[in-house]
């Protein structure tokens, strides 16, 4: 008689919770296709790069496109997709690259089974910010990737920062992992990730001379091209919250950092780098809620920490149906007090909590970061996997 080990069984389950979600993904996707508006802005901006250097410049589908020259380069390969099968490959590729970017935050704390990749990608494409970046065609996912991958590799890999500074590259934001690495002491991966960032720029002089120039020389650094509606509360920005960017910002970005590395010190490289991406999303002046993927990888501190504040902040990004006048985001409760005219939601106190729902969590758990490891104090439900996830990401 053939006996299942218990393990078996488990990679069974976590299995098929992954061939569910994806499989009910892909029939709504064929059902009701959504929209990918970021997708139609990239491929229109970058077909135009063959007639015209105004990439900064013009609007593409009513949006304005707003990545770095390099970022442009690499997505003049959608130009080789027809149009018709650029949304499931964008699909298809968005959602290997979560895998991977969970694969490589499982390699942080050495629990790399296929399986446990696998059901960890379901359960995140039922978190609201990784199935709005699916839905509207974006980078963010492919942008985690390559930091978690940079980080997964061994101190003494010599490309360590490259995948880092390729990341900055297609999207600046991933730029204060730098400054993360420069406080946890880790100068020549800072190093190589500014260096791979000062190739990229001289790349595309080369390239797009004309829209480099435009972008470094202030295109690139001017919020009001993101549009009129950064007030809007899907950007789930601190900056939103108290009406722009201020003193109040510069401190809880030094907070936020100061406990990245705290984190980083007792509990190992993924707390850190989940701690520093919080901080980047806290902090910028525009953070969409699909910016707030990294979500996705913290569902990997749930296999190695008993913290009920880290259950309880992943479960507010979960996918909910929601009484929204805007059908593709009818998804969680971020958006369950749209104001629309089915809206059965009072305005005042509640509209308040769900319309900042992200931001507000982000600094609750922050400030409970900072008050739980002030003083040598351990994090109560500590991290099984802190020590050996710290050894092997930084000593080795």
Not at 96 to 122: D, F, S
Not at 187 to 192: F, G, P, S
Not at 251 to 265: E, H
Not at 332 to 352: E, K, M, N, R, T
Request: overall charge positive; aromatic content about 10%; glycine content about 8%.
């Amino acid at each position: 008689m053939r006996f299942i080990s218990a393990e078996h069984i488990r990679a069974r389950w976590l299995t098929l919770v992954f061939l569910i979600t994806v499989g009910g993904y892909a029939v709504s996707f064929w059902w009701s296709p959504p929209i990918m508006l970021d997708l139609h802005v990239y491929a229109e901006a970058v077909r135009a790069l063959a007639t015209s250097d105004r990439l900064y410049l013009d609007s593409y589908a009513g949006m304005r496109f707003v990545y770095p020259p390099f970022a442009a380069i690499l997505m003049t390969t959608m130009t080789a997709v027809p149009p018709a099968a650029l949304p499931a490959l964008m699909t298809a590729l968005s959602v290997a690259a979560l895998g991977a970017a969970l694969w490589c935050a499982l390699r942080l704390v050495r629990r790399t089974r296929p399986a446990l990749v696998l059901g960890l990608c379901g359960l995140a494409l039922w978190l609201e910010p990784v199935r709005t970046n699916l839905d509207f065609g974006q980078v963010n996912i492919f942008v985690m990737f390559l930091v978690l991958l940079d980080f997964s590799l061994r101190a003494d890999n010599r490309l360590k920062g490259v995948a880092l500074g390729l990341a900055v590259a297609v999207k600046l934001t991933p730029a204060i992992f730098v400054v993360y690495l420069l406080l946890t002491k880790r100068y020549r991966v800072a190093a190589v990730a500014g260096l791979t960032v000062l190739g990229t720029i001289s790349l595309s002089f080369l390239v797009l001379p004309v829209q480099s120039a435009r972008f470094w020389g202030g295109a690139g650094f001017d919020a009001s091209r993101m549009g009129g509606y950064l007030d809007f509360y899907g950007n789930q920005s601190l900056g939103q919250l108290i009406g722009g960017t201020s003193l109040v910002t510069a401190v809880v970005g030094v907070a936020g950092l100061l406990a990245a590395r705290r984190v980083w010190q007792r509990f190992g490289e993924l707390p850190g780098v989940l701690m520093c991406a919080l901080t980047g999303l806290l902090v910028s002046p525009v953070s969409w809620h699909h910016h707030w993927v990294w979500v996705a990888p913290a569902l990997v501190l749930l296999l190695d920490a008993s913290v009920p504040l880290v259950a309880a902040f992943v479960a507010l990004f979960a996918c909910l149906p929601g009484p929204s006048d805007l059908p593709h985001l009818r998804l969680g409760l971020l958006h369950w007090s749209y104001a629309g005219a089915d809206s059965p939601w009072p305005l005042g106190a509640l509209q308040f909590l769900t319309h900042n729902l992200y931001v507000l969590a982000g600094l609750a758990v922050l400030v409970w970061t900072l008050i739980h490891t002030r003083g040598g104090t351990n994090i109560p439900g500590t991290f099984v996997a802190a020590e050996r996830s710290s050894i092997h990401s930084v000593r080795s």
